[in-house]
T-cell receptor, first 116, second 111 residues
Framework: GAVVSQHPSRVICKSGTSVKIECRSLDFQATTMFWYRQFPKQSLMLMATSNEGSKATYEQGVEKDKFLINHASLTLSTLTVTSAHPEDSSFYIC????????????FGNGTRLTVT | GNSVTQMEGPVTLSEEAFLTINCTYTATGYPSLFWYVQYPGEGLQLLLKATKADDKGSNKGFEATYRKETTSFHLEKGSVQVSDSAVYFCALGTGGFKTIFGAGTRLFVKA
């Protein structure tokens, strides 16, 4: 069964509103989770690394004030898209991995965000 | 730096055809290698992995062998099915927490 749960799977919001996406690791603790963005027919773009109890590490070109990440517990990270605009419409995917050497990533099923 | 290069798609095959998706990597140290699959509208799922040279990962009829001498991890399947239609990502993990993904290869299998 799924070991990483992401919610919601789809969300439509109006321009200027904020949207929160949750990512939960279901049967293991994850001090680190990852947020990706995927454009149609393209690869995954790592947006940020979410660190439990500390600030997220953002990749170059990703606006930290636009994409707020909170990793408040060992099983939950949230991504909030603030003041969303149509260009933020995308597929957002989170992942986590067990903290054993070279363990693979487990992915959520993604969130399709549409900003109208 | 670390990188992954995989063949561009889309790849279109007829059912029961043989599949190869090429993947090569550059890395320092001794990475682990992965293949992930993404079905339409979903997140990624681990398909198979190999953690050291000459290891062969296999799952659901797919195989890939970690070749250190050619820095490759090509994905193969002897007989594809329509249900294998998806995007396949080759990826590299270096023991740190970042995973490097290839660009993805879209596979279409026709009945």
């Amino acid at each position: 069964g799924a070991v990483v749960s992401q919610h919601p799977s789809r969300v439509i919001c109006k321009s200027g509103t904020s949207v929160k996406i949750e990512c939960r690791s279901l049967d293991f603790q994850a001090t680190t989770m990852f947020w990706y963005r995927q454009f149609p027919k393209q690869s995954l773009m790592l947006m940020a690394t979410s660190n439990e109890g500390s600030k997220a590490t953002y990749e170059q070109g990703v606006e930290k004030d636009k994409f707020l990440i909170n990793h408040a517990s060992l099983t939950l990270s949230t991504l909030t898209v603030t003041s969303a605009h149509p260009e933020d419409s995308s597929f957002y995917i989170c992942s986590a991995r067990r903290e054993t050497y070279n363990s693979p990533l487990h992915f959520g099923n993604g969130t399709r965000l549409t900003v109208t | 730096g670390n990188s992954v290069t995989q063949m561009e798609g889309p790849v279109t095959l007829s059912e029961e055809a043989f599949l190869t998706i090429n993947c090569t990597y550059t890395a320092t140290g001794y990475p682990s290698l992965f293949w992930y699959v993404q079905y339409p509208g979903e997140g990624l799922q681990l398909l198979l992995k190999a953690t050291k040279a000459d290891d062969k990962g296999s799952n659901k009829g797919f195989e890939a062998t970690y070749r250190k001498e050619t820095t490759s991890f090509h994905l193969e399947k002897g007989s594809v099915q329509v249900s294998d239609s998806a995007v396949y990502f080759c990826a590299l993990g270096t023991g740190g927490f970042k995973t490097i993904f290839g660009a993805g290869t879209r596979l279409f299998v026709k009945a």
